[in-house]
């Protein structure tokens, strides 16, 4: 997590995480673990109108996605790119916010690299890196994430994804009702 204070000479002083000598990921650019719960409430348009409550959001589509588990930090990519096949009318550059976690500096540029992410509007309030890796509410933590600065700026169609360990993933396009 970012402590104030922490200098470039600090972080550049890290060791590596996994690679020994040559790693170049670090404790300064991977998230931090966090405690963490979380609860979302989904359910179909019919039941909600049944039970009176007012959706803020819907899932439009989604995808999944996986790769070797030595890369498991670009399964987000996949992911993508199946759920743009299931909904043919969406392309990349239809989203207006993007919300995709990352565990690692490195992975996001990957990611970001190999679809062709725009920054400006990806992770606009820090995602893992910088709010945390709460594990085991990670895929609602980012959902939430999402809606809320999609509701705060005024955008109706937002991109979420997840990476699991070994090399799974999730993407879900969400949009705002």
């Known amino acids: 997590?970012?402590?104030?204070?922490?200098?470039?000479?600090?972080?550049?002083?890290?060791?590596?995480?996994?690679?020994?000598?040559?790693?170049?990921?670090?404790?300064?650019?991977?998230?931090?673990?966090?405690?963490?719960?979380?609860?979302?409430?989904?359910?179909?348009?019919?039941?909600?109108?049944?039970?009176?409550?007012?959706?803020?959001?819907?899932?439009?589509?989604?995808?999944?996605?996986?790769?070797?588990?030595?890369v498991m930090g670009l399964s987000p990519v996949p992911a993508v790119k199946n759920l743009l096949k299931n909904d043919p009318k969406l392309t990349l550059d239809s989203f207006e916010l993007c919300e995709v976690n990352e565990a690692f500096a490195g992975q996001y540029l990957g990611c970001e690299k190999e679809l062709g992410l725009k920054r400006d509007i990806t992770n606009i309030n820090g995602s893992g890196i910088g709010l945390g890796h709460p594990v085991g509410s990670t895929g609602s933590r980012i959902m939430v994430t999402l809606i809320h600065a999609m509701r705060k700026h005024g955008k109706t169609l937002g991109l979420a994804t997840l990476c699991g360990g070994g090399g799974v993933s999730m993407a879900t396009a969400i949009e705002i009702l």
Do not use: W, Y
Not at 46 to 63: D, F, Q, T, V, W
């Open 1 to 70: 997590h970012f402590r104030p204070g922490l200098t470039m000479d600090q972080l550049k002083a890290l060791p590596p995480a996994f690679i020994p000598k040559v790693g170049k990921v670090t404790a300064g650019n991977s998230s931090g673990l966090n405690d963490g719960a979380s609860a979302m409430i989904i359910m179909s348009a019919e039941k909600a109108k049944e039970l009176g409550l007012k959706p803020i959001a819907r899932i439009r589509s989604a995808g999944r996605g996986g790769c070797h588990p030595s």
